[in-house]
């Protein structure tokens, strides 16, 4: 069955700093990965996805994701932090099922202190 | 105007009483889902539909029922409220794998 883990619940960095959130996903193919911010009193928004291709995935933001299978991980990175990145981070990927519905990890809340 | 609009965006309500969540959509998506969001617990799948005649259950979906209208339009409804149905409420559809969400909605059941 397909599970995503995000080990992290909560992370604090200072303006400025680099980041990275850790994700890990259980598949067993193939994924196709995603990764969503929600702000508070926000909806998910869509920063990067992985479908297949190039593993180093752009996305909006000035984040990045790098996707390595041989440690079934989707790691976030920002190399510079803004006040404005506080937010709560979900890692997901698509189900397997006929749903294709997306399986979400428990969430990484990130503080960012002046 | 967004893409993917879901109403109330709050809403408070008492045990026992039948409420309905509203989504509607502009993106021209056949797929739609809910999904409920509860702290610690990320997203879980409680309905979704490909069409306005393919609708299914999803992960959590006992206590809850929808109806496609339209291929714009998927509402949840919550038949008799219970408190344990205190969550932020999802709407999204889907294209070629990727899902686009609305802003939620936010369901108190006192």
């Known amino acids: 069955a397909q599970s995503v883990t995000q080990p992290d619940i909560h992370i604090t960095v200072s303006e400025g700093a680099s980041l990275e959130l850790r994700c890990n996903y259980s598949?067993?193919?193939?994924?196709?990965l995603f990764w969503y911010v929600q702000s508070p009193g926000q909806g998910l928004q869509l920063l990067l996805k992985y479908f297949s291709g190039d593993t180093l995935v752009q996305g909006i933001k000035g984040f990045e994701a790098e996707f390595k299978r041989s440690q079934s991980s989707f790691n976030l990175r920002k190399p510079s932090v803004h006040w404005s990145d506080a937010a709560e981070y979900f890692c997901a990927v698509v189900s397997r099922t006929g749903a294709n519905n997306l399986f979400f990890g428990t969430g990484t809340r990130l503080t960012v202190i002046p | 105007d967004a893409d993917v609009t879901q109403t109330p965006r709050n809403r408070i309500t008492k045990t026992g009483k039948r409420i309905m969540l509203e989504c509607s959509q502009t993106k021209g998506h056949d797929r739609m889902y809910w999904y409920r969001q509860d702290p610690g617990l990320g997203l879980r799948l409680i309905y979704y539909?490909?069409?306005?005649?393919?609708?299914n259950k999803g992960e959590i979906s006992d206590g809850y029922s929808v109806s496609r209208q339209a291929q714009a339009k998927f509402s949840l409804s919550l038949e008799s409220a219970i408190p344990n149905q205190t969550a932020l409420y999802f709407c999204?559809?889907?294209?070629?794998?990727?899902?686009?969400f609305g802003d939620g909605t936010r369901l108190s059941i006192l």
């Open positions: 999204a559809t889907s294209d070629r794998g990727t899902q686009h």
């Open positions: 539909s490909f069409d306005v005649k393919d609708i």
């Open positions: 598949y067993g193919a193939t994924p196709y």
